[in-house]
């Protein structure tokens, strides 16, 4: 069973940029499609981006392109989330997901394991 531990939140200003970041340990990191997913206060969880096993596939929800993006550094163990030009909208608890997938394999699911969350908050 891999662990996850999420860092990088904060409290920022809007148009400021974060870099969250995701260790993971217990597990082969290599052979984890990694996800962030967010959750706003009285809000259900939903899913920001996504990166294969491999790093060779990304997908980012529609509505954040352009502003977040996802990679990852198997060497390292650990998956990061970009952020840029940060919105009040934007302000949630971000968690990591990590589900055993092939190595280009794109994955979006609420299964496999999760970190603890950092929260993200964005003034205005």
């Known amino acids: 069973q891999v662990h996850l531990v999420e860092s990088g939140g904060g409290l920022v200003q809007a148009g400021d940029s974060l870099r969250l970041s995701c260790l993971a340990s217990g597990g082969t990191f290599s052979s984890y499609a990694m996800a962030w997913f967010r959750q706003a206060p009285g809000e259900m969880r939903t899913f920001v981006a996504t990166?294969?096993?491999?790093?060779?596939?990304?997908v980012v929800t529609d509505s954040l392109k352009g502003r977040f993006t996802i990679s990852r550094d198997n060497a390292k163990n650990t998956a990061y989330l970009q952020m840029d030009n940060l919105k009040p909208e934007d302000t949630a608890v971000y968690y990591c997901?990590?589900?055993?997938?092939?190595?280009?394999?794109?994955?979006?699911?609420?299964?496999?394991?999760w970190g603890q969350g950092t929260q993200v908050t964005v003034s205005s």
């Open positions: 990166i294969s096993a491999s790093g060779n596939n990304i």
């Open positions: 997901n990590a589900k055993s997938a092939p190595p280009d394999t794109i994955v979006v699911t609420s299964a496999g394991s």
